[in-house]
């Protein structure tokens, strides 16, 4: 007997109004990695040959995002973004897009306040891990998860702290990196 085949479906087009979103983020994403390449130590005083300069593969990075955002915004124009009219929200896009600011917000806070001003990296590492992980499971649909008790609390402080020791370790120690 054979299997019944499953029509085929035809992949789900984003709208072009969320595509021109994500091409205006992806090109200035890709145009601040250009500029913090090109101002970059080049290191001529030390004769490094240019092929081998500190920001040329962040800055070729950049500019590959900077042009394909710019290929997707024009992509998007095409389609008509511009005239589409901007949907109501529904509750899970809202939830979602709460979920990602909060998340780059945690990433801003270890990346501006943590890293870099006089904490160990790993101790650093330890209040953004473990912050993360009460900060969502403070935001989890469920509300007996939301509960934070202090087994809870044990837990992601454990995970935290291994984690970022065992980060800091691989890359002192493996990879013969210092760390701030």
């Known amino acids: 007997m054979t299997e019944p085949t499953q029509p085929e479906t ?15 983020g992806w090109a200035a994403l890709g145009l601040a990695t250009l500029i913090g390449s090109i101002r970059m130590d080049r290191l001529e005083q030390q004769h490094i040959n240019p092929v081998t300069v500190p920001g040329l593969l962040p800055g070729l990075l950049g500019l590959a995002m900077l042009l ?9 124009w095409r389609r008509g ?13 809202r939830e979602q897009r709460k979920r990602v600011m909060v998340a780059t917000a945690l990433c801003l806070g270890y990346a501006v306040v943590l890293v870099g001003h006089g904490l160990p990296f790993w101790l650093a590492s330890s209040i953004y ?7 969502f499971q403070r935001l989890s649909p ?7 008790s202090g ?3 044990a837990q992601a402080l454990v ?3 291994l984690a970022s020791v065992v980060t800091w370790l691989v890359f002192e120690r493996v990879f013969l990196v210092r760390l701030p």
């Open 129 to 135: 891990v473990t912050a993360s992980i009460l900060v």
């Open 10 to 24: 035809l992949p789900e087009r984003r709208p072009p109004l969320s595509d021109l979103r994500d091409a205006v």
């Open 142 to 148: 469920d509300p007996a998860q939301r509960r934070l």
């Open 159 to 161: 995970i935290g702290i």
């Open 81 to 93: 973004a511009l005239l589409q009219a901007t949907p109501m929200p529904d509750p899970l896009a």
């Open 151 to 153: 087994r809870v609390i």
């Open 68 to 76: 394909l955002g710019l290929v997707l915004a024009v992509r998007s």
